[in-house]
């Protein structure tokens, strides 16, 4: 509840922290009765985010210095 108060999840649903857009590159998530969260990593998710953020920044960049 701390990380955000709105989410998708069903109402009986546990507890999920998603992290990435438009990729999902981390997840936490609850197994069962367990006191603590289990996680998992998708490295190809990362690379994919951090090389789009920097197509469009490099882009923007370009896109910005040509109109001057």
Known sequence: ??????????LYETYKL????P????GQFWVGKSNTP????????????S???W???VGLYVWIKKKK
């Open 1 to 10: 509840m701390q990380i955000g108060p709105f989410h998708y999840y069903g």
């Open 38 to 49: 289990n996680s998992g990593w998708h490295l190809k998710n990362l690379f994919l985010d």
């Open 23 to 26: 990729f999902k590159y981390y």
């Open 51 to 53: 090389l789009l953020t």
């Open 18 to 21: 998603d992290i990435g857009f």
């Open 55 to 57: 197509i469009l920044v």
